[in-house]
């Protein structure tokens, strides 16, 4: 099942698949896989002869040397989700005050007694009562004696309803995971969805009844929270991200350092002469491969990172250009 729903990810949008919605795992394999065609094509066609002892000895211990750095990068990767998981207990207490207090701000106390606390959950509270808010908006603003109002009202009730209809949709269909639930928010601009409500109350303040001037504070105050709730569950996927690549590092550089060395110490012990018996050709495009593992596991799990931080970078009311151009992958 998982396997189906990678390939049918990957026909739907092959770029959002590699650059965020793919398996990170099944992305390295591919990476790795990709590697073997490449090394191994050469060879066949002739381009490349593996016959320079001298040659092999130095780009094997180039390989060894490189994922050498990838203890210091583990080391440094760890020192930074240490560092925000230490605390003292004031802190501790201090921060999940702050998140309490967020919860039952976010969430009206009226219509919810338990607050969620899974993320997905969460969200959907949030979508629900915008939905709700955007629905009294509309029926409010309907009997409008103010065309122009109507019109205006119409366009961002029925395109924030898409959005949130969308983004409900996304979370049932993808999990309740912490990457599944901030995957399906970061299609959107929520500093430019509050921008056209904001416009809408200044363009027709005097049209607006006393009403929908509140409601349009309330969803502005609630895409707000939205936005909120986005950057910390980026923070809890960045932290859970990074720990578990400094875990899959090491058992990708573990292995590719075995194999590196072993392949050294046949090529030494070897002769000259019998260095093509000790190591066959076949072989050194595999081993090849195998030292850019890590590589691969890097490559596969930083991209998913880098995306998601641009896409988020800016915090409402304010957006950027690039932000605005990822939104597009």
Request: proline share 3%; net charge negative.
């Amino acid at each position: 099942m998982v396997i189906v729903d990678e390939l049918n990810d990957l026909r739907d949008s092959p770029t959002r698949w590699v650059f965020l919605v793919g398996s990170r795992p099944i992305l390295g394999i591919c990476l790795f896989v990709g590697f073997l065609f490449v090394f191994y094509g050469l060879w066949a066609a002739g381009l490349v002869r593996f016959t320079n002892q001298t040659a092999i000895l130095y780009i094997l211990s180039s390989l060894v040397g490189g994922n050498l750095t990838l203890v210091t990068l583990v080391i440094s990767i760890n020192q930074v989700i240490i560092s925000r998981q230490l605390g003292s207990p004031g802190e501790l207490r201090e921060d999940i005050e702050k998140v309490n207090e967020y919860r039952r701000q976010a969430i009206d106390p009226d219509r919810t007694e338990v607050v969620p606390v899974t993320p997905s959950d969460f969200l959907k509270l949030l979508l629900e009562s915008i939905r709700r808010d955007l629905q009294r908006l509309g029926g409010l603003t309907a009997s409008a004696g103010d065309e122009q109002l109507r019109a205006d009202t119409d366009d961002i009730v029925t395109n924030l309803t898409e959005h949130v209809d969308r983004v409900d949709r996304l979370i049932e269909g993808n999990g309740a995971g912490t990457f599944d639930t901030l995957s399906a928010l970061l299609t959107t601009n929520y500093a430019d969805r509050i921008y056209q409500i904001r416009r809408l109350r200044s363009r027709h303040r005097e049209a607006l009844s006393e009403s929908a001037t509140d409601l349009t504070d309330d969803i502005v105050s609630k895409l707000q929270e939205i936005d909120v709730a986005r950057q910390y569950f980026k923070t809890l996927y960045i932290q859970t991200e990074l720990a578990y690549i400094s875990r899959v590092l090491l058992y990708a550089g573990v292995i590719a350092e075995v194999v590196l060395i072993s392949s050294l110490l046949v090529l030494s012990s070897a002769g000259e002469t019998a260095a093509v018996r000790a190591l066959p050709s076949a072989s050194v495009p595999a081993i090849a491969a195998v030292g850019l593992l890590p590589l691969a596991v890097l490559f596969s799990y930083a991209l998913r990172l880098a995306v998601v931080t641009q896409r988020t970078i800016a915090i409402t009311p304010f957006t950027t250009p690039e932000q605005e151009d990822e939104l597009h992958l």
